[in-house]
């Protein structure tokens, strides 16, 4: 399966080629205020069998289907009271929300993976709204790596996951945010969480005026999010989490004043301890350490709350066992 890759800008032009080549069933990277994703016509079944494919992901798990207003995302979903107030407080914004189809939905099966539920969200960038915007139909889009691996927070991380593999990647720039965003489960009266993720559950429960059930870890009454493997979000050398400093053969990965040690291959996720600028550095310097050579990444104490809790998610995934 090999293709050519466009490389784009986001001027106008780019813009409507990005949204013909989706309108035509190719699969296009674009920036989102999270990560970048790797977008195709989500009503389009062979198109975003492509996704799958690209990405080497299984088959079973579904995507958020991407909007260009909660409006048009009121077509494809039914939004209780709950569902309604987040949306209309965060959106757009680094939140996908789980709700029961509508009659009207018209993201395919193969997207939903046959779930009765489907996952919305409008995000938050110039770029992807003007491409959603002009596709005019929702679309599907995972994070833009292969499966497995690192999300991707600039173009050229896709590159290296995707070229070759995709029909365009639009470069514009470096993502805000830098973690994916918070999965919110809301089926029933309750409000699941399902991923952590660049909003944090402190703005959420503000809003709601209650607190969030559990959803992965919990008894099982609410779904998974089925793509909460263990095993993911992985660089090649392992990460070793909470270390107090680095061991020979290992790089660093500071937070806040921890010395790195000696370390030869370093980096700090955030000098002063600001955990939203963390989040944002995430990805590409667990990119950047992973060098040949290097045994483990070592990474420094972080915090559980703000946007702390997607960070240690995620380095967790990625300490997994595999
Ligand atoms: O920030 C983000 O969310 C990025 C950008 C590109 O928007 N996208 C992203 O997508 O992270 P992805 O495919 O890597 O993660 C989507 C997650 C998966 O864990 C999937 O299992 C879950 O959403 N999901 C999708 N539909 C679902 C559903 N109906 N019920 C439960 N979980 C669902
Ligand atoms: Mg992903």
Not at 28 to 47: C, H, I, K, Q, S
Not at 127 to 143: E, Q
Not at 151 to 157: E, I, M, N
């Amino acid at each position: 399966m090999t293709r050519i890759t466009r490389h784009l800008d986001t001027g106008p032009s780019a813009i409507a080629e990005a949204a013909g080549l989706l309108v035509q069933g190719g699969l296009v990277a674009f920036p989102t205020e999270t990560v970048y994703g790797l977008g195709a016509d989500a009503t389009n079944g062979r198109a975003v069998v492509g996704i799958y494919e690209a990405k080497g992901r299984p088959r079973f798990n579904p995507l958020i289907a991407h909007l260009a207003s909660f409006e048009l995302a009121r077509e494809q979903g039914v939004f209780s009271p709950a569902a309604a107030r987040l949306a209309d407080a965060f959106w757009p914004g680094p939140l996908t929300l789980v709700v029961p189809k509508a009659a009207t939905c018209t993201v395919s099966e193969i997207a939903t993976a046959g779930l009765d539920s489907v996952a919305l969200r409008v995000p938050d960038h110039g770029v992807a709204h003007a491409i959603l915007a002009a596709t005019g139909r929702p679309v599907a889009a995972p994070s833009a790596n292969r499966s497995g691996h690192v999300s991707a927070t600039t173009a050229a991380h896709v590159a290296v996951d995707l070229d070759g593999r995709i029909d365009a990647i639009v470069d514009g720039g470096s993502t805000q945010v830098g973690v994916e965003s918070t999965i919110l489960s809301c089926l029933g009266d309750r409000v699941a969480m399902l991923r952590p993720g660049g909003l944090s559950r402190e703005a959420i429960e503000t809003v709601l005026g209650f607190a969030l059930a559990e959803g992965p870890e919990g008894s099982g009454d609410e779904p998974l999010a089925p793509g909460m493997l263990a095993s993911h979000y992985a660089p090649r050398a392992q990460v070793r989490l909470d270390a107090e400093g680095p061991r020979l053969g290992e790089a660093w990965l500071g937070f806040g004043g921890v010395g790195h040690g000696g370390a030869t291959v370093a980096a700090n996720l955030s000098t002063t301890s600001d955990l939203t600028e963390a989040a944002a550095n995430l990805f590409g310097m667990l990119r950047a350490l992973d060098r040949p050579g290097i045994t483990a990444i070592a990474v420094a104490p972080i915090p559980s709350h703000g946007l702390g809790e997607a960070i240690r998610d995620r380095l967790s995934r990625a300490a997994a066992e595999r």
